[in-house]
């Protein structure tokens, strides 16, 4: 199953009829061109705080099928961390309005991990980190300049084992760096994007 987040809602793509059944609502679309850009065209317009609105289109090869989408977009990738301490604590920051997992674009020549590792540190103002496993990928797409981009975020463990005094990257517009216990941590009311509450939920049931 691959799941992009369209303006908040997801289209997925999937070679497994029981995923549509898993996850409810999910309005049906062929596996043709025409009707991936119809897809494509109804999430952007769609509105943003609507609920259990998304979007399943069922294939017998997911790869082709997301090879396909995404002809329309120029990609991006990029990485970040899901990063946690010895007390059971993840630290999230605060990102116009939202709480974010600390992310960014990786350089050309970068690897993943090193990416990663440069925007939790760059993001948060921290100076050790240690890095852990990988997690999970996300994708969600954005306008930019009347064009489509795909971005598509590789997310991996990282850990701190002893205090920081964490410093905002103000010019990401990034106000605060805050720790968040996980046991009482209410994933459905957090105030942040589907896609990385997609990615937390993730992450914290390994």
């Excluded at 059971?88 to 020549?109: S, T």
Aim: charged content about 35%; some cysteine; proline content about 2%.
């Amino acid at each position: 199953m691959i799941k992009i987040f369209i303006n908040e809602h997801p289209l997925v793509i999937s070679d497994d009829s029981e995923d549509l059944f898993r996850l409810k609502n999910l309005r049906l679309m062929d596996d043709d061109d025409k009707s991936l850009m119809r897809a494509v065209e109804m999430l952007e317009n769609s509105d943003r705080q609507l609920a259990n609105f998304g979007i399943f289109v069922p294939t017998v090869d997911e790869k082709d099928t997301f090879k396909r989408f995404k002809k329309y977009y120029k990609e991006i990738q990029a990485a970040g961390g899901v990063v946690l301490n010895d007390k059971g604590d993840v630290l999230l920051i605060m990102r116009q309005g939202k709480w974010d997992l600390p992310k960014g674009k990786k350089d050309d020549e970068e690897k993943l991990e090193s990416a990663a590792v440069r925007e939790v540190k760059e993001e948060c103002g921290v100076k050790s980190i240690k890095l852990g496993d990988f997690i999970t990928k996300s994708y969600h797409t954005y306008q930019l300049d009347g064009g489509r981009v795909l971005k598509t975020t590789h997310w991996f463990f990282m850990h701190i084992d002893h205090p920081e005094e964490f410093t905002p990257q103000q010019e990401e517009n990034i106000t605060q760096v805050q720790w968040f216990s996980i046991s009482d941590l209410d994933l459905d009311q957090l105030d942040t994007y589907n896609s990385i509450r997609d990615v937390m939920h993730v992450a914290l049931q390994k």
